[in-house]
């Protein structure tokens, strides 16, 4: 993944628990990469290694540390990294939501070797939709779960998501029903 990814991943346990316990997290993971270069590609590994690694230094179980990634992705990196391309995907939660399958075909333009999930959106009405998340990768639903969570914040429109297919129990791909109150605010920023 580009190295924005893993760059983030820093970010985050940088501001949640310091920057020994990220030297730490490094080093148990057998990264001995200095400074992630945000628009160069590092094997998928590295990224998982890197996962893992914070949730033996840190005691949080994977699942925690993706879904504070996801959150921490949307309300912190791209918010202030990427503001132009996170503004561009709509102005009001659902609008974001029924784009998201379109969201990382601009993010390809300018990252060329990019290898993005798909999402499909389906039974959208004005307070729910299904979001179907098909990938080539493995364990990141909670990833997904925390991005959602996060652009609910940032849209000040809290989302229940319900995992109605998991991949990791053998289903095709995952599937959340998502659910929000259906009065709309615009972004909070
Ligand atoms: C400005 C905002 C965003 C940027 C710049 C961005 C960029 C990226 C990049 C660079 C990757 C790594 C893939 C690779 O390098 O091959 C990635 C992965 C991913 N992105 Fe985004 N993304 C953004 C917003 C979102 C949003 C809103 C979602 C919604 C859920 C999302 C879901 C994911 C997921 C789940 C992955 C993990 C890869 C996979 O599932 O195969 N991203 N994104």
């Known amino acids: 993944m580009y190295g924005m990814v893993n760059k983030a991943i820093e970010d985050l346990i940088c501001s949640r628990f310091g920057r020994e316990v990220w030297e730490e ?5 057998g990264v001995e990469v200095d ?6 590609a590092y ?16 005691g949080l179980p994977p699942h925690d540390i993706l879904l504070a990634f996801g959150e921490h992705w949307v309300l912190k990196i791209a ?38 999930p ?3 959106v389906c039974e959208a009405t ?3 939709l299904q979001l179907h998340y098909l990938t080539h ?15 609910g914040q940032m849209f000040g429109n809290p989302v229940e998501i319900t995992q109605l297919a998991a991949k990791q129990d053998g289903a095709d791909h995952d599937v959340f029903l998502l659910q929000w109150d259906s009065s709309e605010t615009g972004a909070t920023s």
Do not use: C, M, W
């Open 25 to 29: 997290t490094k080093e148990r993971a």
């Open 35 to 40: 400074a992630f270069i945000s628009n160069d």
């Open 43 to 58: 094997p998928d590994d590295v990224t998982y290694r890197l996962v893992a690694a914070a949730s033996e230094v840190t």
């Open 79 to 116: 918010r202030t990294e990427y503001a132009g391309l996170l503004e561009a995907g709509g102005r009001t939660l659902r609008e974001f939501l029924i784009n998201l399958p379109n969201f990382h075909a601009r993010i390809s333009l300018i990252f060329p070797n990019l290898q993005p």
């Open 118 to 120: 798909r999402f499909r």
């Open 126 to 128: 004005d307070h729910s």
């Open 137 to 151: 990768r493995d364990g990141l639903a909670a990833f997904v779960i925390g991005i959602i969570r996060g652009l």
